[in-house]
């Protein structure tokens, strides 16, 4: 006979959690932080999706989750300039410019003021794209969040779906030996044996 757990009557039934459309969504920041990455400091926006079908879908997200370590889904990462002159950080800045810019058009009244808390409670278009994921030997693809861009552009539909994300493939292992066509003559089938070896 199988023992019944002491918890079986509390315990949910597995399902497969829902998948979110791909596309761009009117969204709600709910918190925002900072992180630090080798590539610099992140601003990291926690949100959840305002209108539409897929209205709530990151809370119901995190309260069907089961497990211990769950992480809430809907955060847009975003690297912050750092001011050292380079062309990336160049682009950084003019993406950051976009992200502040999406929430002055999306909020009337509001412009940024440097103090990242201003953004929680305010609405946002957000973008996402599909990306490959790679956890254990497994592959898969997901719909991540993208870019920040104004609510009203969202609504009109006036954008265009990002290119997806695959992985970046490893460069095959090298041996140190030249790659010779497994069809044809070998290089030195036609040599008289006085040239060069061919390594």
Known sequence: MIQKPKNWDSVQEFSDR???PLDAYVCRVKQVSFAD????PQLLVLFDIEEGEQRGFFSKEFKANTIQDK???GVLR???PKDDGTDNDERTKSSFKGLTTAFEHS???YTWNWEETSLVGKLVGILFRNEEWSYNGKTGWTVRPFRAMSADRVRSGEYTL????PLKKAAAPSNGFAAIPD???LPWD?????GPLPF
Do not use: Q
């Not at 990002?162 to 994300?165: A, E, Y």
């Not at 036609?190 to 006085?194: A, L, Q, V």
């Open 71 to 73: 992480k809430w889904k």
């Open 183 to 185: 069809n044809g003559p």
């Open 18 to 20: 829902p998948k979110l």
């Open 190 to 194: 036609n040599d008289s044996g006085d």
């Open 78 to 80: 975003h690297f912050l």
């Open 37 to 40: 990455t080798n590539y610099g």
């Open 162 to 165: 990002p290119p997806d994300k």
């Open 107 to 109: 909020n009337p009244g």
